[in-house]
């Protein structure tokens, strides 16, 4: 696995993604850019399979969705097996997002705010390290209810 952080919007979060991808490089890490690539309407669920499938098959463990609020696109991103999207707003839900939860992806609001207050969340989200512990507990019951549905049981 790679120290490499996959990203991907739609229309109305393009302005935020290019801002997140500048500021991501210019850190060192490598970012794989799986599109929108122009203000051209497009749909959100598209993009949050792309990044959340890769997420899903383990190709890497990180990923980051933009859309117009952040939430749309988190909830297409949910839908994929051990994902752990969360969408955050501010330095707090940024920070608990992986502290508490571990979150593999995290989703932005591209119109909720502005570019230079995304790279701040995600420089948070980036850096603080997941506790573990009694969070890890819950986060293996969320996996079992996942494998439960999976199999039909719900």
């Known amino acids: 696995m790679t120290d490499k952080i996959v990203i991907a919007s739609d229309h109305g979060g393009l302005t935020t993604k290019s801002a997140l991808i500048a500021s991501l490089t210019a850190a060192g ?11 051209d309407s497009v749909d959100y669920p598209d993009f949050a399979a792309l990044v959340a499938s890769a997420i ?3 190709e890497v463990d990180r990923g980051i969705l933009v859309c117009g609020t952040g939430i749309g696109i988190a ?3 949910n839908k994929f097996p051990g994902v752990r999207a969360a969408v955050i707003h501010d ?3 940024a920070q608990m997002s992986k502290q508490h939860n571990n979150a593999n992806i995290i989703a932005l609001g591209g119109r909720t705010m502005e570019p230079e207050q995304a790279c701040r969340l995600v420089e948070i989200w ?5 506790e573990g512990g009694r969070h890890q507990l819950r986060l293996d019951k969320i996996a ?4 439960e549905i999976q199999a039909g049981r719900f």
């Open 56 to 58: 899903a098959r383990g």
């Open 126 to 130: 980036r850096t603080v390290e997941y």
């Open 29 to 39: 890490i490598e970012v794989e850019d799986f599109g929108t690539s122009n203000g």
């Open 144 to 147: 079992r209810l996942e494998k």
């Open 75 to 77: 909830i297409a991103a």
């Open 91 to 93: 330095e707090f839900t």
